[in-house]
């Protein structure tokens, strides 16, 4: 609207006319960039998780021929050296020796329950999915649990009460559609499954379940569809492993950025379903910052949200319900997702604490102070000299280095061995941003008599997170109980909380007369402005104990006690599924268990999706 | 459990021991600080907002001695100078004269719709609140709508079809639990109120309303309860108006760092039910980040989430549904907040473009790099040569400078003057991250031809806000219709939507064949990853037209057509009330509008909250 005064124009100025024409050229150039369609991809044989434990089926701790530990295969920096701490530690800590004599052997065949059948809908199923339903045993035992210890125990040395009659891997949308309303047609219901990584129970079957249970298995639907470098934004299928999705937005130069410890098996709609945080959450958020949009279909039909935009104030957004839905509410089935290019740098740095409240002062101080790098992590000294049982027998000529580092600890720094605790951190970014990172660290942490540990410890910390999901299920065979739980809480009631809940499940083990020691620790594994994510490890030997997944709950529930009596939250991110559900009820008020069951009915009047987590259907 | 060699402690090793004591007694000092509680505060009778107007009651354009528009009063920058640019920038875009001798006077007092009575519900009403119950007609008139330019010149120049029958003005959350339960004894319906500036109609009553309608005032329910220190959180009443939670947050430290243009009269509970957004969000959070958790009262009863922790997993989370809910699924009472610390710095920036493609191509760069300002703003040359004609007259002896800097502009830099872009910066945080984000913002700029403009500008441009909204009531007044609409479009298709909606209003202006010229411009509010908040604002001349609100909504409607066309969102964050509801409708896929109307039959089955926003009301 204001005119310019006509001038000759100058060289000057014709130079910068011609630089602005290029802006805006280089601007519509940028902005309108293509699409990008990756080929299918489809996971190996090789890479096929076991059936009845956690991890790749080709990697399991087995006896060294040393008669030390030892975790088989070359997926990880752990694999193929022995572990002769690790028995040392069974011993010290537990009071309980591991030995490759003194195995608890599992079925040789999981032991299936009994199938329902129902030959008219098993026709209409095949008409929708062919030749990708599956009714067998093992399929149908693997599609009836999650990974808390109590299933593994069960799968292993007893039976499923109930599994799904039916597993059905739809390809499409459509045919998601389809089979949902085929099992309401024909009165079934459907749970829907992912990576099957479930730690609450979320997808156990009720024995009471007396119509035909199909299993929808999004295995087949696992596709990243388009990835648009220009928004940042891709289109993933709810059934792609995390694994698989990093790979495939590496290749192109973005990730997610959301890495939870189950990554190399959980889906994408899984982390919808159970509301997942990831362990770089500081940069990337949680899954419902990741998520821009996720689309199912419900009992109700499909519903897809408004597409394409950063946000939305489009009034009451159905979708939202995905997150935590657990599969009571229907099948998620792609997601819009926001993409990140990939970090310039990934660095690691550890630091150790004179004590435990020292490292929570240190992340209090670093959360307020806002800078926070990508992960950062707390463990306690239980869970140190956990860390520290997992390294191989030291070579002889490192000895004296160990033993010179250890004085200079404690006779330099101070430092009493059995109170250090340590932190890890994970910094990714710009080069500028990871060094502006590490140097905040650094200053924080003096302040709070923290020493540097260096990048290597750090690392290791990280790397250790993958291998040591193994070790449950080689405890297990071995009479030793472990599991783990998380939770949420202010700083203002954290190390109250974490002091409690250790102390509830010592008291609980001497109650209870369990042999041994209990084993318990806690990790700080996420920090937030108003608190942390606290997980706790529990183990205990369970030989010749009679009921041992009696005992563990015995014990939780010594735990959730404490955590309630503190203000902790139920979970933080692995869900409630069924066995929080009685938690879940005491720790809220009722207004808001009556409106969770409105909102439910409302959208599966019918409970077709009848799996009952949160106590969400009449059978559960 | 590494258990320390016995060693004897040197002096070294003792001081760090009582460092580290010191540590955790600090830390436990720190973390143990107790909640502060804020005394009640009233809004003092002289910051009373207008009626029929937007704004504080003391402050109007009016026309000065000079003949030129000035902003009466001394609550903004702008006041007390005389415009003339104003009414030439009128002349010339608009092709109409501005004169105090040919306003549209409005009606003295408004016409208030006829009441409907219930004694009986009254009486129980009474009990509940007392004398907080208000029947008169000008309290009803206000309480029955918001502020589009429809809406305000309905009231001051027409008559509303219908409006609340009865206002009460609770004090707690039991009250409001009351007032539901009666108004559902009585078959009466109940609409939420809290600053009454919606601008989507959300507060319209139906004509075809046969119900008593009770306005559900929460001016009453305002105070900051409590906030908490250690974990930066407090807990604030849904009522408390936006400027009075940041000055009781302000005098402790903190912030919210949620500054809507509305901050002077909406509300924390506006704000929920509408999915609001603040200038500063890249620092602060959507107000979806910013409440952790809102409590209300549905059909169903009270409604409290978990409370006390960074995150949960806890399902299916009903509060969700809070945000974006306009009034019709209950009434929000209070939430929880995160707080930050005022920042330690605040600095203003401004930046020219050679042209709008620049200036977008500028905030592309920046959010890609990620490390963006609290706020960052672009206007294109219109709006620009707005702001300019808000200024007043040169004086004499800063005329040459102002000549200089033009022919500098245009003869050193190239610049068209009526092409230019301007972006307006506002950095807050440590004295540090400001200036590295300054650094930033410049190296940036200038590879898209930018040129800084100096942090005045940028002041100047955003104190302009609070005050420019006074112009549309001036404006309306002598017979210039002024409305502004918000949208968010993916980055890709931000440039041609935003080309295709100007051209799309001048279209329709034309075969309209209304008077004079239409001024339409455009702002980018807020920028993401994945794309842009963009700002509409259109003025037409209405004189001798008959129906200048259908008028309008045949502009709005070309408008909305183009952005449907290109992606574009109905909605930001200003919501879909009851203006927009037809537009969702055609937006979004069939399956979410009938989940969206399940969630509301299965929260309030009986429409007690029908205010029917979002089509959510059969009476609607």
Redesign the interface.
Known sequence: ?????P?K??F??????W??RT??S???E???AHRIYPPPTAIPRADAPAARRWGFDDTRFVWDRSGAPRLQGNRYPLCGVALPALTK?AR??LGFELSAEDRHVPLAEPHAPERRSDPALERALEQIVGDRMFTDGPTRVRHGHGHTASEIYTVNYGRLARAPDIVVMPESTEEVAAIVRTAAHHEATCIPFGGGTSVTGALQCHDVESRIIISIDLARMSRVRWI?P????ACIQAGAVGRVIAEQLAEHGFTLGHEPDSIEFSTLGGWVA????GMKRNRYG?IEQVV?QADGV?A??????????????????????W????G??GVITEAKV?L??LPEVQRYGSIAF??F??G??FL?ALT?H??VPASVRLVD??Q???A?ALKPAPRRRDLPLKWLQ?QVL?????????EVSAATVVYE?SQE?VERQQKTVRAIAE???GIDGGSSRGADGYRLTFAIAYIRDYMLEHWVWGESFET????????PMIAAVKQAIRDRHAELGLPGRPFVTSRIS?I??????TYFYVGFVYKQVEDPSAAWHALEGAAREAMLTH??????????GQTRTPW?HR???D??T???R??????DPHDIFGVG??G?SERS
Chains 1, 2 share one sequence.
């Open positions: 609207m204001v005119r310019p005064t001038t124009p100058s000057r100025s014709r130079f910068r006319q630089l602005g802006f805006t280089t601007v519509a940028t902005l309108g530690f010290d800590v648009d220009v928004d940042a934004v159970t509301r997942a945080s949680n821009l419900t109700a039909g499909e519903v897809g949200a408004f597409t394409g935009v950063p946000r939305t104030s489009h009034g009451i957004d159905p979708e939202t319900l997150f935590g839905s657990e009571t509410l926001r990140h290019r004179p004590d409240a020292a929570v002062g209090y307020q806002g800078d000294n239980d140190l000299a956990f520290q250890q404690q006779r330099w720094h101070g430092f009493d061995l059995s970014g941003l302040q709070f008599g949420s809480v202010s700083w203002r009631n954290a190390m996420q937030y402005p108003e608190g942390v994510c203000g902790a939250a139920v979970s933080h991110h692995h869900g409630i879940l720790a809220e008020d207004g808001r009556t409106l969770r409105k909102l439910k009915q409302a959208v987590n949160q969400l």
